[in-house]
């Protein structure tokens, strides 16, 4: 295993050039560099909130959370204005290059969708933040209508149909996750030969046994990431550096490969 960038680099581009099913498993580290702070890494969304006000339980017994997270939410704290950075586009660029199967993310913030890759093709274990649900009646509506209308001072907004209980179409802690995302997801880990993580500290579970299926399936397991995770001694390319020049590097040899 070799931790060096041009050698990680060209051993990764090898092993997608020479793939048949190309998994990407991305967590909030693949966004940071878009600006959209992830939880972890210190100056993180969890420095800042308190994780136990964001549990589903809360949101739905008590009004100062609900009140707490609608503001939060409305702010557009997680992804407002937040474009689809280099490691997205190297992506999508993957994809186009016919070499992707698919995305599995643990975020919320849609990034991959805007960088080119179809949402067919992006399986999201927690949601995404353009939806907002109604509890009640099971009707979705465009987030940004929502966030308007508590940026306009709704406290806490209710269904526009049935006045039933709004929610971010978003997984909160304590909730299950949605279960084709999950079946699928699953599906294509066993199925990957070849099984990038990206930003992601694998910790948070279902989600993080992705990765172990395609192990135990026999992939090749590659690891973009900042920080250490506990799968980091199983992957045959270990990439400590940023997602962005990485990938982009990554996508661009691929490229050259397949060119040349
Ligand atoms: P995490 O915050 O636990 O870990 C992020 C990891 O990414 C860290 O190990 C960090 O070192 C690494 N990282 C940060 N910037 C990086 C960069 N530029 N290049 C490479 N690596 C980088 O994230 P997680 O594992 O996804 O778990 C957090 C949960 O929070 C997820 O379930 C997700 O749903 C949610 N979340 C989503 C978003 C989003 O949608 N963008 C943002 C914050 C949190
Ligand atoms: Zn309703």
Redesign the pocket.
Do not use: C, Y
């Given at each position: 295993m070799t931790t060096d960038f041009e050698q990680g680099v060209s051993r990764a581009a090898d092993l997608i050039a020479g793939s048949r099913r190309l998994v990407v498993f991305?967590?909030?580290?693949?966004?940071?560099?878009?600006g959209?702070?992830?939880?972890?890494?210190p100056g993180?969304?969890w420095t800042r909130f308190d994780p136990d006000d964001f549990t589903i339980d809360k949101f739905l017994t008590t009004e100062r959370t609900r009140k707490l997270q609608w503001q939060m939410f409305g702010e557009g704290l997680?992804?407002d204005g937040?474009e689809p950075n280099a490691?997205h586009a190297a992506i999508a660029e993957l994809w186009r290059l016919g070499r992707l199967d698919c995305v599995i993310?643990?975020?919320?913030?849609n990034?991959h969708q805007r960088a080119g890759v179809p949402d067919e093709r992006v399986f999201e274990?927690?949601g995404n933040?353009r939806w907002a649900v109604c509890l009640d009646c099971r009707k979705r509506f465009p987030f940004e209508e929502v966030a308007a209308r508590v940026l306009g001072g709704e406290e806490i907004p209710d269904c526009p149909d049935c006045h039933g209980t709004l929610k971010p179409d978003?997984?909160m802690f304590g909730e299950q996750l949605p279960v084709r995302a999950l079946d699928e997801a699953a599906r294509h880990s066993i199925a990957a030969d070849v099984f990038f993580v990206?930003?992601?500290?694998?910790?948070?579970y279902p989600?993080?046994l992705m990765p172990q299926y395609a192990l135990q399936a026999g992939a090749s397991l590659v690891i973009?990431?900042?920080?250490?995770?506990p799968l980091d001694g199983r992957a045959e390319v270990l990439l400590p550096?940023?997602?962005?020049e990485?990938m982009q590097a990554i996508a661009d040899m691929v490229k050259a490969k397949l060119a040349g």
């Open positions: 991305t967590g909030a580290g693949i966004s940071t560099e878009s959209i702070p992830d939880f972890r890494s993180g969304i997680l992804s937040a490691a993310t643990q975020n919320i913030d990034l274990l927690h933040m978003i997984v990206i930003g992601s500290t694998l910790t948070v989600a993080a973009v990431n900042l920080s250490e995770t550096f940023k997602a962005g990485t």
